[in-house]
Antibody
Framework: QVQLVESGGGAVQPGRSLRLSCVGS????????MHWVRQAPGKGLEWVAS????????EYADTVKGRFDISRDNSKNTVYLQIDILRDEDTALYYC?????????????WGQGTRVSVSS | DIQMTQSPSTLSASVGDRVTITCRAS??????LAWYQQKPGKAPKLLIS???NLQSGVPSRFSGSGSGTEFTLTIRGLQPDDFATYYC??????????FGRGTKVEVK
């Protein structure tokens, strides 16, 4: 059974950095693209970043480009989201998602999310 | 980036109703359009990919259609379990993957 477990969220001050992690199990991690999607309190879904199965290609939403970095370690079945220079508007529940395929398709499996709260 | 406009933002309906949600893309996305369902406090669930491909295990009362810039999600015979928020999403391996703002289907 596919399982995704996010961690690394918390309460942080503006300007600081945070690294989120997502461990996948129940599937061959190295064969699938991975994604991060966030949801601010009471708001809709916002796609944040995607990475191909082998890490060779990454895409970012314009709102986070330059501050966020998605990466993966297939030996650890883990995808990461490095968030730098945190802003108030980064406050959200961050979901990790597994792709349907290798290159960045639809999200067929989701974790339960890790919460990031940015406040001074 | 491609913008996705969903309508309506809220829809009031009764059990048994036929419900239609529309999603418009700011430019041609071919058939690279997915629909997700999200219930309060839960992660989203993929319902439909590539405009009309129903995911395994999703009831056949859900259907999707459209191509280019206009898409619809239809629920025929709304069930109590279907009251939720629905999102469309454009996706493409080489570009951004934009969600619509969501449509909340609520009890009339």
């Amino acid at each position: 059974q596919v399982q995704l477990v996010e961690s690394g969220g918390g309460a942080v001050q503006p300007g600081r950095s945070l690294r989120l992690s997502c461990v996948g199990s129940g599937f061959t991690f190295s064969e699938y693209g991975m994604h991060w999607v966030r949801q601010a309190p009471g708001k809709g879904l916002e796609w944040v970043a995607s990475i191909w199965f082998d890490g060779s290609h990454k895409e970012y939403a314009d709102t986070v480009k330059g501050r966020f970095d998605i990466s993966r370690d297939n030996s650890k079945n883990t995808v990461y989201l490095q968030i730098d220079i945190l802003r108030d508007e980064d406050t959200a529940l961050y979901y990790c998602g597994r792709d349907q395929g290798m290159f960045g398709d639809v999200l067929v499996a989701w974790g339960q999310g890790t919460r990031v709260s940015v406040s001074s | 980036d491609i913008q996705m406009t969903q309508s309506p933002s809220t829809l009031s309906a009764s059990v048994g109703d036929r419900v239609t949600i529309t999603c418009r893309a700011s430019q041609n996305v071919n058939s690279w359009l997915a629909w997700y369902q999200q219930k309060p406090g839960k992660a989203p669930k993929l319902l439909i990919s590539k405009s009309s491909n129903l995911q395994s295990g999703v009831p056949s009362r859900f259907s999707g259609s459209g191509s280019g810039t206009e898409f619809t999600l239809t629920i025929r015979g709304l069930q109590p379990d279907d009251f939720a928020t629905y999102y469309c999403q454009h996706y493409n391996s080489y570009t951004s993957r934009t969600f619509g703002r969501g449509t909340k289907v609520e009890v009339k």
